[in-house]
């Protein structure tokens, strides 16, 4: 054997028997993807019209032997005669895959063993229904040596001086002859000791029966409640003494990620957070890259709450965890199999936090949030939830250099592997239209771009992302490490919606099916049952994708294009850069006075509608819960009528106070207005609304119009005449193009005396910040702009008003707000 593994020439004998000519490309794929790249390939076959797929064969690999042959007993004898490698390989088609280190790590075993002869892969079974991830592990085989009948001709390999006789694993059993290839151990123990590399080596994909929610008389609820149990409930208390004091120090048992789990868990976080003087506290989440990201900002929540307690982080992620700004005081590196144990009960800290299935078990809940109801932390704002790395070197090659990094791995989730070739078209689509690099530093890549980087160390990642333009990708380790980095992203989602995985909202653009049954099912299933086994991967029978086989390169190229080009502020007329988007419409921000604008303000996909079957079905209750309230909030500063002066000044007889209500819809508070005292107007460019206030205000017809200022500037002498006492605009603000303008008009209406209230939907309140673009007041792109605490005093004072908040304009989803002439 040679000093240098990589210059062994191994033989590997692919054995297609029948196979079609894409079973076999998909194998030799497999193949080529090996770390150890001297390789004799001789492929046999059964067929004769194998033209075809010699060309397409010789496009992937080179050094290729064919070798018909027929159906006999003794075919593999004569095809391993004609091997010159120093190792011999088997493969087949059967539904079994190397491991891309499988022939690197035989190779290895034998360089330490020079004596070995043979050597066996371990084997890992995955639910072939499922995905390439650890948690769809259905189980090993780690017989040692394992039985007989389940070895198969993929995982052995033998030095070429083995002497074998394949016949000999022809068995006659119930009449038919069976191939056990392990017999062939019976021959090469008598000639050579033989291996297990430790490493994982083969990839075995299985059909297990699904089983039913139902099943030995269990209900889907008991077994929620079996996955994740605490091995200990009990809270222990130690007696210590503490200078010269005795002191009662407790001990708590595991607080579990399971939400089905919470009778338990809520009790020891009742007790947890009733506990004084905490001095060690251990956090647990095993995989996977994102999940582990976002327990950053959990350590710092922790760190602020006990600022005198040692963290001790639990991961099998280790690796990233070097990178967070809130560093724990101690990393412990764990095994993967952890996920479903409550590894932390044996361990000495005071308090246990296990983030595993936190969020699995929550649906419809965003990560971070599931991770802080487990460990009882609350956070000041939606930018408090972001994870933080340190400061990260770039490349130097990357230095002030423009490119994009495009990630296709799909974590071996089917809803989230979008396609290789749709990839391809969008690189190319970078490359010539943007002439802007495309950088892959992944483990799925389409090989269009610099091999180099191809599944480059995490360093590099981290690197490469600091510095580039925006990422592409799908839900996935990366993403996280994009958004952590606060870079623009481009998201195509499926089965998991990014805007549940990741708090950091701006900047990503999301790419969505929102018509798929699978999109975002992630989010509504805890584990699929997989036999006697579970994965957390999800899976839809119906919608195997999740929505992104209907995903079109189309649709990315789009996105590039919204997420790099400029809009146009209508109200300062600065360049404004993308901010987010929601179905329909993207909206770009202007910084400085936090102006949040659609990009084309002349859509009003709202007026393409009847807006009346929404509101009018329930006219009664808008009259009384909110178009009365909201007149008597009015009438707080300006009462119903006013006294109208004589020439010399004395009080003379009183009329009521004029209202215009604009945008007024089905007339509500028109209706509201005049009950209580007003003479009120109001007008609306919605058809079928004003129709609808018709019918049922009739008495109200000649005070509703359909149009917009026009309408009463073109029936009165002149603008003067239209002077109102009060002019009120609830939830219109939002829809009008040019605001200032629109506010300005609204002026010369208005008395000198009289007020303006404004009633518009606050995109910074709490509640909106935690549902950004599922937030029901964004609705589906009819704003042409979202209103801001700043962004409105900006624009009032732009269009000459004082004014005053009259509320907390963080608190509440909304915000209504008094304006008056500003004195000259």
């Known amino acids: 054997m040679t000093d240098k593994n990589e210059e062994l020439l191994v033989s590997v004998l692919f054995l297609t028997e029948n196979g079609e000519d894409n079973q076999i490309l998909n194998v030799l794929k497999n193949i080529t993807d090996q ?31 064919w070798a018909p042959q027929s159906p ?122 033989g291996l297990i590399p430790p490493e994982i080596s083969v990839i075995e994909w299985v059909h297990p029966e699904r089983r039913q929610q139902q099943q030995d008389g269990q209900d889907i609820n008991s077994l929620y409640k079996q996955i994740g149990i605490p091995k200990n409930t009990e809270i222990k208390e130690d007696i210590v003494e503490k200078d010269g004091d005795i002191e009662v120090v407790k001990f708590l048992p595991t607080i579990v990620g399971n939400k089905f789990l919470d009778e338990y868990s809520s009790h020891i976080r009742e007790v947890y957070q009733n506990t004084q003087g ?10 996977g890259m994102g999940d582990v990201i976002l327990v950053d900002p959990i350590i710092k929540k922790l760190k602020q709450k006990h600022p005198d307690a040692t963290i001790h982080f639990y991961t099998a992620k280790d690796e990233i965890v070097k990178y967070f700004k809130n560093q724990p005081d101690q990393l412990i590196k764990i095994e993967e199999k952890e996920l479903l144990n409550d590894y932390l009960s044996e361990q000495s800290e005071q308090v246990k936090i296990d983030l595993d299935l936190a969020y699995e078990s929550r649906f419809e809940t965003s990560f971070i949030d599931a991770y802080a109801e487990v460990a009882s932390i609350q956070f000041e704002d939606y930018k408090d939830k972001y994870p933080e790395f340190i400061d990260i070197d ?108 990741n708090p950091n909202r701006e900047h990503i653009f999301y790419i969505q099916d929102n018509k798929a049954l699978g999109l975002g099912i992630k989010h509504r299933q805890f584990f699929n049952m997989m036999g006697d086994s579970l994965t957390f991967v999800p899976y839809d029978q119906n919608d195997p994708t999740s929505g992104l086989n209907n995903l079109q390169p189309k649709h990315v190229i789009r996105a590039i294009e919204k997420l790099t080009k400029k809009v146009t502020s209508v109200v300062d007329k600065k360049e404004m850069n993308f901010y987010f988007n929601i179905p329909g419409k993207s909206y770009y921000i202007d910084k400085e006075i936090d102006f949040i604008q659609a990009e084309n303000v002349e859509e009003h996909p709202d007026q393409e509608k009847d807006i009346s079957e929404e509101y009018a079905p329930r006219y009664e209750e808008i009259l ?95 603008i003067q005449q239209m002077k109102f006492d009060v002019i009120t605009s609830d939830q219109t603000l939002e829809h009008i193009e040019d605001s200032i303008a629109w ?47 700043k962004s409105i005093d900006y624009i009032l004072k732009e269009a000459g008003f004082d004014y005053e908040h009259l509320e907390d304009p963080y608190e509440s989803g909304g915000f209504v707000v008094r304006c008056w002439k500003k004195d000259n």
């Not at 905490?278 to 995989?287: E, G, L, N, P």
């Open 394 to 501: 770039v490349l130097e090659e990357f230095k002030n250099k423009e490119y994009v990094v495009l990630c296709g791995d799909g974590s071996g989730w089917p809803g989230k592997q979008w396609d290789l070739h749709k990839y391809e078209e969008v690189i190319e689509y970078i490359q010539k239209e943007l002439k802007i690099e495309v950088v892959e530093p992944g483990f799925v890549t389409t090989g269009k771009t610099d091999a180099k980087w191809k599944q480059t160390s995490l360093d590099n990642m981290v690197k490469l992302i600091k510095s580039c333009s925006f990422y592409i990708g799908t839900d996935n380790g990366p993403m996280h490490i994009a958004r952590t980095l606060n870079k623009p992203c481009i998201i195509i989602a499926g089965a998991a919606l990014p805007y549940y995985s």
């Open 35 to 65: 770390t150890h790249k001297n390789i004799e390939l001789i492929i046999s076959t059964f067929r004769n019209d194998i033209d075809n797929l010699i060309n397409e064969c010789s496009k992937h690999f080179l050094n290729i032997k």
């Open 624 to 718: 009384e819960k909110y178009a009365k309230p909201w007149i008597e909030k009015i009438i707080q500063f300006k009462s119903p009528t006013k006294a109208i002066y004589n020439n010399d000044q004395t009080e003379g007889q009183s009329e009521k106070c004029k209202l215009l209500d604009v945008g007024c819809s089905i007339g509500c508070t028109i209706k509201a207005a005049i009950d209580m005292g007003f003479d009120a107007y109001g007008y609306d460019i919605n058809k079928p609304s004003i129709e609808k206030s018709h019918q049922l205000f009739p008495e109200l017809k000649d005070r509703i119009k359909l149009g917009d200022l026009s309408f009463f500037i073109e029936n009165s002498d002149s």
């Open 278 to 287: 905490i001095t060690s506290i251990a956090i647990k989440r095993t995989v």
């Open 743 to 789: 506010l300005n008009y609204h002026k010369l209406m208005l008395e000198d005396d009289g007020l303006l209230f404004i009633g518009v939907p606050n995109f910074r309140s709490k509640e909106a910040q935690k549902m950004w673009g599922k937030w029901g007041q964004v609705g589906m792109g009819e704003h042409t702009w979202l209103p801001t605490p």
């Open 72 to 193: 006999g007993p003794d075919f593999i004898n004569k095809i391993a005669e004609r091997t010159e490698g120093e190792f011999v390989f088997y493969k087949t088609l059967n539904n079994i895959l190397w491991y891309p280190r499988h022939i690197q790590a035989h190779l290895e075993q034998f360089k330490n063993d020079i004596k070995a002869k043979w050597s066996l892969s371990h084997v890992e079974y995955r639910n072939i229904d499922s995905a390439n991830t650890k948690l769809s592990v259905l189980g090993y085989r780690i017989e040692n040596p394992p039985q007989i009948n389940k070895i198969s001709l993929d995982e052995i390999v033998h030095h070429r001086s083995i002497n074998s006789d394949w016949t000999s694993c022809l068995v006659e059993q119930n009449g038919q002859t069976l191939f056990y290839a392990g017999k062939i151990l019976q021959q090469w123990s008598s000639q050579g000791r």
